[in-house]
Structure formats: structure tokens, C-alpha cells
């Protein structure tokens, strides 16, 4: 027994197909996947039944034989030959219980419940049971008959029977359309099929070594080089034992039913496997994502948000640090991050699919680049998949509302700043320091304007670097003022710059998260699922 053809090797390929056939449903054909379905619910009946008994379908053409057949094997008279086609109108099963001298075949006839066969005969031949206990032998419809309902029941039992014994006569092994339609789709079961030239008595020697050589030749074109191919007389008996002994040695095997389904699932697995197509081309993939993140960050307009921090920030540090005097005037300028909706504080935790920004959606150019980038990525992604499978893709990248998912990505992100940094608190409190010093200068040479306009006698006042105190004290207050004011611009002009660089990676990243929740995750999911697919039905093809 090879390990391909063990029942613990067919159960883990049915379950390979059976999670193969899952994956593809709803992304390929229902119609290509009809064929795996049935193979699946198929061999789990199979499994669920006797594998006490092999059952072994005599299958052929009208004419060929096959019930004289049966009847020489069995040793008795059960199928009525006849000349008139049809000649089978329906199956005629053959019992031979599975222990020498029982009657009791129940697990048979739960078998022959199965494939619908209710003419059931338990073999009475001695030569019968005593070497091919555990078979169920079927006489089938002509495969070429005339009436439509008995070749649909041929071909039916064709598909669940474990053994096939196709019964072919001198006049028509060659046939084209038993070879065609029949004999090359069973090449994977070659192992469970046997070629039997019925009517050998009419042939010379000669001849029939001529014509079984012929029929081997026939059937290694078919791809059943292995399968047994012999020259049988159910009329003289001649090569009737040694056809008997063959299937008593496959019902002794007890495998043939293993290795017809397992030649099935093989053969539906494969076609699984192509319909899978191959593997797409990570290394385009990964070029069409970075130009789908850009084309997006463009459409999202992470520049014209960056600049608003930056501007922001200017504003912010010249309200902060400004000379007290004039510093209102930056207050009464709009926030740049405010005009957009942006910069709010969040009522609550969770609340950022709420929010909006009052930014302009993008334009029409833009949006149109969007979205051909997302086509772009989705055939790069999906190269060399299935257009079914393709299609799905494109339909789950489809669904997103650019429009929406922009916005949101954008107000997500908290680009305000946090808090106002030390140094700007320093200079604004030593603007306030100078503005005292100003307005203290100011006071005295008011104090001294008024004295001398009263004519009073005025104190005596001090000189500094030769500049009367308070007239030094108003000058340098003021022209300080203006200095750290001027340092503060500088100090607002670099934190602006940082802090816009620092939104515009965060809005990157999250422009990135954006794109890989709406486009890359949804396509690689696809794919996932594309090469799970593939994988499992090269597990069930091996």
C-alpha cells in the first residue's frame, strides 16, 4: 500500500479540500467548484460506510457483454442477456458476504442504499465466496444506450463505485467516444480500473494477443498504462477465474475504495490548484503600496495641514512672547489649525469618528489619482491570481469612502501642540519684567513733567551712561521688549518647523494605517486566503 493511497493519508487530503473548496467559495465559480464540493460530500459517505466490502461495476457499451459476464463470475444465471437495445436498464448487484458461510450483509446493503442499486442477488457460487469475500459485484447500464435515464445512472455509479471493470468487445475497444469521454478521465485511477476484451472466443490466439496489445496501447494513451488489461470469454469461461482471482485479491486488499476516492480528490485538487493561478509579485506590490500611500498623503493635503501647524505655532509663540503692548494683535489673527477644524480638544476617549474637519475634500485631480492608485495596487497585488479572485479584491478595495476615511484620517491625529514650552514662558515673563521697567521710566517722566508744569521744586535725577534715568529705563524696556520679541519669532519660527515635520510624519503614518485598513489589509486578505487555497489543494493534489 502506498502512503498516498493509506485511509489516514486520504482523510488529511479530503480535509485539505474540503478547507481549499471554503476559502475559494464566493471568490471563484460556483460552477468550478461544484465538482470538489461533490468529491468531498462524496468520500465522507464513502468513509461513513462498510470498507468490509470492495464493490466492483462492470461498466460498457451495449452488446459488450457485461451481463454474461456477471453471470459467469457469479457462477449463476442473475442478469438476462438480450439483443435488443437497451440491453441493462438498471444496476443488478451481486453479494458476496464478507465471511465465508454468513448471510448476513447488512454492510453491503447499507453500501447498495448508498449508490441507489435495489436489485440485490447474495451469491450462491462456492468458487465466488470462498476467494472474493467483502465484494459486491454490479452489472451497469450501457454507457452508449439510447434511453437518457439509464446512461445517467451509468454514469452516476460510474463516479462512486471503487472498482471499474470496463468491458469492452472486438468490435468497438477502440472506440473514440469510450475513450474520450470515459477511459482519459480516469487516468488518476488507473490503479482501480481493469480493461476486460470480452467475447475472446471469437478471436484467434493470434489475434487476441494482437488485440489485448492494442488495448494496452490504447489505454497507456488514456494514462492507464498500469491498469490490467485482459481477454476474457464469459461464454467458454476462458480467462474468467483469473478475472475472478483479481478482484478477489482487490476485496482482500480492502484499498481500491481508498484509492478511487483519493484518485479523485487528485484529480479535482489539481484543477483547484490551476484554477488558484500562481503567486503574485511581492516586489511590484511593494513599489504600488509606497506610490498608493503618497498618492494618498497628496489627497489627504498632509502638506497644507503641516504648513498650518507650522504657521500655528508662529502665531502662538508671537501671542506668547510679543511685547505685551502689541502682542493682542496675533490673538486677533484666526488659528490656521482652527480654520481647518483641526486642533480641538476631544469631548471623550473614542470620540475621533465624530469629528470633522472643515478642510476642503480634494480635488478632483486628486481624487482621481487616489483611486487609480488603489487600481494600480490592487493589480500589482493580485498578479497572476484568478480574475474571479481578482475581482473580489477589487470589490473589497472599492468599498472605501475616500472622502470620509481622509478626513477622518486627518482629524485623528492630534497635530495641536501640547503645551507651551518653558522658553516661551521665560520670555514672556521677562517681557512683563521690561514692560514694568518701561512703564516704571515712563511714570517718573511723568512725575517730573508734572512737577515741573506745577513749578515745584524737582528732585535731583540721575544720570545713567549719560541719559537721565528715566528716560534710560523707558528706552531700554521698550527696545528690549522689542529684541525678545524678536527672539521669540525666531524660537516660534523653529518650533513651527519641527512640529509641522513631526505632523506630517504622524499624518503619514496614519495616512499609512489608512490605507493598509481600507486597501492593503482587505487585497492581502484576498491573497491570504488565494494562497491558503492553493496551498491546501496542492495538499490534497500531492
Not at 157 to 175: E, F, I, M, S, T
Not at 295 to 301: D, F, M, N, P, S
Request: some cysteine; glycine content about 8%.
Amino acid at each position: 500500500m502506498s502512503p498516498s493511497a493509506s485511509p489516514g493519508s486520504l482523510r488529511t487530503r479530503v480535509a485539505a479540500l474540503d478547507e481549499a473548496v471554503g476559502l475559494a467559495r464566493g471568490r471563484l465559480p460556483d460552477a468550478s467548484l461544484e465538482a470538489p464540493a461533490a468529491v468531498v460530500a462524496r468520500a465522507r459517505d464513502r468513509a461513513a460506510l462498510s470498507g468490509e466490502y470492495t464493490v466492483v461495476a462492470l461498466a460498457g457499451a451495449t452488446g459488450s457483454g457485461k451481463s454474461s459476464l456477471l453471470n459467469a463470475l457469479a457462477e449463476a444465471r442473475i442478469a438476462e442477456p438480450g439483443v435488443r437495445r437497451p440491453t441493462t436498464g438498471r444496476p443488478v448487484a451481486v453479494i458476496v458476504p464478507e465471511r465465508s458461510g454468513t448471510t448476513d450483509v447488512q454492510g453491503a446493503d447499507e453500501l447498495l442504499d448508498w449508490l441507489d442499486v435495489q436489485e440485490r442477488h447474495v451469491a450462491g457460487s462456492r468458487v465466488l465466496q470462498a476467494s472474493a469475500t467483502g465484494l459486491v459485484l454490479l452489472d451497469l447500464p450501457d454507457h452508449d444506450s439510447v434511453v437518457t435515464e439509464h446512461r445517467t445512472i451509468a454514469e452516476r455509479l460510474y463516479q462512486r463505485v471503487d472498482l471499474l471493470v470496463w468491458v469492452v468487445d472486438p468490435q468497438k475497444y477502440a472506440d473514440a467516444a469510450l475513450h474520450a469521454r470515459y477511459l482519459r478521465g480516469l487516468a488518476d485511477h488507473a490503479g482501480v480500473v481493469v480493461l476486460v476484451l470480452n467475447q475472446a472466443d471469437r478471436l484467434s490466439i493470434a489475434e487476441q494477443r494482437a488485440m489485448v496489445a492494442d488495448l494496452q496501447r490504447l489505454a497507456a494513451e488514456d494514462g492507464l498504462a498500469a491498469s490490467p488489461v485482459l481477454a476474457v470469454s464469459a461464454t467458454t469461461g476462458a480467462g474468467v477465474a483469473e478475472l475472478r482471482e483479481l478482484l478477489a485479491r482487490a476485496a482482500q486488499r480492502r484499498l481500491a475504495a481508498t484509492e478511487r476516492v483519493t484518485g479523485d480528490v487528485r484529480l479535482v485538487a489539481r484543477a483547484l490548484v490551476d484554477a488558484c493561478g500562481r503567486a503574485p509579485n511581492t516586489r511590484r506590490e511593494v513599489g504600488a503600496a509606497a506610490a498608493l500611500v503618497r498618492t494618498w498623503e497628496t489627497a489627504a493635503g498632509i502638506d497644507e495641514v503641516a504648513d498650518a501647524v507650522r504657521r500655528s505655532t508662529r502665531r502662538s509663540a508671537r501671542a506668547t512672547t510679543g511685547w505685551p503692548v502689541t502682542r493682542w494683535v496675533a490673538r486677533l489673527r484666526p488659528d490656521p489649525l482652527r480654520r481647518l477644524g483641526l486642533g480641538r480638544e476631544r469631548a471623550q476617549a473614542g470620540q475621533d469618528d465624530l469629528l470633522r474637519s472643515s478642510r476642503s475634500a480634494p480635488g478632483a485631480g486628486e481624487r482621481a489619482a487616489a483611486l487609480s492608485a488603489v487600481r494600480t495596487y490592487v493589480d500589482a497585488a493580485t498578479s497572476g491570481a484568478p480574475d474571479d479572485w481578482v475581482l473580489a479584491a477589487r470589490t473589497r478595495a472599492a468599498q472605501v469612502d475616500l472622502d470620509d476615511v481622509l478626513d477622518r484620517t486627518v482629524v485623528r491625529v492630534p497635530v495641536a501642540a501640547a503645551g507651551v514650552p518653558w522658553t516661551w514662558r521665560v520670555l514672556a515673563l521677562l517681557q512683563w519684567a521690561l514692560l514694568a521697567v518701561a512703564v516704571a521710566g515712563l511714570l517718573w517722566l511723568v512725575v517730573l513733567a508734572g512737577l515741573g508744569w506745577l513749578r515745584l521744586p524737582a528732585p535731583d535725577t540721575p544720570m545713567w551712561w549719560g541719559i537721565p534715568a528715566p528716560t534710560f529705563l523707558l528706552l531700554a524696556g521698550a527696545l528690549a521688549g522689542v529684541l525678545v520679541a524678536g527672539l521669540g519669532w525666531v524660537l516660534g519660527a523653529l518650533a513651527g518647523r519641527r512640529r509641522a515635520a513631526r505632523a506630517r510624519r504622524k499624518l503619514g503614518a496614519s495616512v499609512a494605517l489608512a490605507v493598509n485598513d481600507h486597501v492593503i489589509g482587505p487585497v492581502a486578505a484576498e491573497m491570504d486566503a488565494l494562497a491558503r487555497c492553493r496551498v491546501a489543494a496542492s495538499k490534497a493534489a500531492a
